[in-house]
């Protein structure tokens, strides 16, 4: 079996390490970048070949070998995309971890057809324009709903007591787990200029969910604000439908339920 490509994941966060860490696992090379020094030696401790994120296309084709498998995590900021896309050109495959802010004020049933708002936020206009400058090159797009794992997402904010309900609780809402997440980024190599929604495969009530959480952990049901004083992220009523991303991907779900992946330890 011929040696697979090198992994490079471009701004490596809480869901590029995962990334990073399964890949490594699997015995693959890999180099992650990062700008902040402080991650990059917690990087470097846990073995990666460590690089600053690119800047600039120069810096980008320096970076990325023949054929070597692109994994882009860098959070949109208007001006970075563009600039070090020209220099990607010698990756094999490319893919960009998106989100599915992008689909706005959508509700019900989002999948890979659902079209995206009409008016997004900027916040959702620079994921966009930054999908489509990589989509260019070939790459294909995840995007995904809340990242969650063992020691982030909600039910750390609720066992912290750091959570407020929006609304009513009844909006539905989606989540993936970050492993499950690594999951489909490894997968996605093997496709090209995709667009895949990802998640796990049981979305509900934002209340069903925190009372679930409340009950596992032994803790009190947080309060209520106005939907409108809600984080934008937290307002949505989207139930994500991965079903084609597990079809065509072969991705099996590690944690297909919040219940598997927000269980207590032990």
């Known amino acids: 079996m011929p040696e697979p490509s090198a992994l490079i994941v471009l701004g490596c966060g809480y869901a590029g390490s995962a ?10 090379r890999v180099v992650v970048t990062t700008r902040r020094d402080e991650r990059g030696g917690g990087l470097a401790a846990e073995g990666f070949e460590v690089a600053r994120t690119p800047a600039d296309a120069a810096d980008a084709r320096a970076l990325v070998t023949d054929g070597a498998f692109v994994v882009v995590c860098i959070p949109p900021d208007g001006v970075t995309d563009s600039a070090i896309a020209p220099g990607l050109s010698r990756a094999g495959a490319i893919t960009y971890i998106s989100t599915t802010g992008v689909y706005g004020e959508s509700r019900g049933r989002v999948d890979d057809a659902t079209p995206v708002s009409d008016a997004p936020t900027s916040r959702a206009a620079q994921r966009l324009a930054a999908e489509d400058v990589y989509r260019a090159l070939g790459a294909t797009v995840l995007r995904c709903p809340g990242i969650y794992g063992p020691d982030r997402g909600l039910h750390r904010r609720v066992i912290a007591g750091a959570h407020k309900i929006p609304g009513d ?14 999951s489909f980024a490894l997968a996605s190599e093997k496709v090209r200029g995709e667009t895949f929604v990802v998640g796990d495969a049981e979305p509900a009530p934002h209340g069903d969910v925190v009372r679930w959480i409340c009950d596992a952990y032994g803790v009190p049901y947080p309060p209520s604000i106005p939907l409108e004083e809600a984080h934008e992220t937290l307002r949505g009523d989207r139930r994500v439908d991965a079903s084609r991303a597990i079809d065509v991907l072969g991705v099996t779900l590690r944690y297909p339920s919040y219940r598997d992946g927000m269980r207590p330890a032990g």
């Open 19 to 28: 990334i990073a860490r399964r890949a490594a696992g699997e015995g693959r």
């Open 169 to 182: 609780g009844s909006r539905a809402l989606s989540r993936i787990h970050v492993e499950d997440l690594a």
